[in-house]
């Protein structure tokens, strides 16, 4: 998680709006296996307000995976 959430903060969060902060924390408030399953296997998760937050780490690092 830590290759994931870290890289991500060091370049986005000073842009995040309040809200998508309000989101992160609250990714963050899940167990670390289960942000694993959202961010790494794509799982399912019932909480529909993470869908942005988590589009946004996913497309970061996407984007990260893309310039190697």
């Known amino acids: 998680l830590d290759a994931i959430l870290i890289p991500f903060v060091e370049s986005n969060f000073s842009s995040l709006e309040e809200i998508e902060i309000d ?29 942005s937050i988590v589009s946004k780490i996913l497309d970061f690092q996407t984007s990260q995976l893309e310039e190697f």
């Open 23 to 51: 989101k992160f924390r609250k990714l963050l408030a899940y167990e670390d296996i289960e942000i694993f399953d959202i961010l790494v296997n794509k799982k399912p998760y019932d909480d529909e307000d993470l869908n």
